[in-house]
């Protein structure tokens, strides 16, 4: 019985300790593929110059499952001709994939990048791909300095913490 | 009179060291030095009793009512 509990708590907290941990881990994966998801993005706008519904499914298609969502709504939602522009159905997606995991700068920057999607020329949408990119990369500079930090942290405390409520109860 | 108590101070100790380790080596010195604290604190907590019985044990010896 004693030993029962004892695996339990060992158990309950380590996996807290993962979950935390977790966090950090798929903020860095979030942004890293949405940098890569917009680099193409870029490149399908200025090369392919089909229209932004049929390139948002594309690469909704090639990108990661974690980001896949924001891409395939807007592009269902400007392919359904209800007459949202392209900054507004980007905006509806994001409100309705919003997951625990970016903070509140990242969400931002994607936000401020749809304002700028669809109304202006190839040129400027250049322009206005190149800025978001940027600015997520210095957030993922940021974020990877931080889950340095943070992930190996998290770990051990969840383990360390099991121990130490073992050792107090017994 | 039981062993036990050492042996449970003893792994509390071990754990605190190790855990101050972690903490300090990602950065967070004050976390580090709360956690050292909060270990002495439940040390003490637990010995608090049996240093009040040697007290009133060394009063019975020297008779100092």
């Known amino acids: 019985m004693k030993l029962l509990g004892i695996v339990l708590v060992i158990f309950s907290t380590s996996s807290l300790g993962y979950l935390f941990a977790l966090k950090y881990k798929m903020r860095r994966w979030i942004l890293k593929s949405m ?8 490149i399908e706008i200025t090369y392919s110059k089909a229209p ?3 390139i948002l499914m594309a690469i909704s298609r090639s990108s990661d499952k974690s980001i896949k969502f924001v891409f395939s709504k807007t592009g ?5 001709n209800e007459g949202y522009t392209a900054g507004e159905a980007w905006e509806i997606a994001l409100k309705e994939w919003d997951n625990g995991y970016l903070k509140k700068e990242d ?4 936000r401020s990048f749809g304002y700028g999607l669809g109304n202006s020329d190839v040129y400027n949408q250049e322009k206005n791909f190149d800025l978001a990119i940027e600015l997520l990369k210095r957030q993922l500079s940021n974020a990877e300095e931080e889950s340095k930090k943070n992930e190996k942290l998290y770990k051990n405390i969840g383990v360390l913490a099991g121990l130490a409520i073992i050792i107090l109860f017994l | 009179m039981n062993i036990d108590i050492i042996f449970k101070i003893a792994a ?3 754990l605190v060291t190790v855990l101050n380790q972690v903490l300090i080596h990602s950065g967070r010195e004050e976390q580090a030095m709360m956690v050292t604290l909060a ?4 040390v003490l907590m637990m010995v608090i009793n049996m240093i009040n019985n040697l007290f009133n044990a060394v009063k019975t010896i020297f008779q100092l009512y």
């Open chain 1, 52 to 54: 932004l519904g049929e």
């Open chain 2, 12 to 14: 509390i100790g071990i």
């Open chain 1, 35 to 42: 940098i890569s998801s917009l680099n193409l993005f870029k």
């Open chain 1, 107 to 110: 969400v931002e920057i994607l």
């Open chain 1, 76 to 80: 269902m939602i400007l392919s359904q």
């Open chain 2, 39 to 42: 270990g002495i604190v439940v």
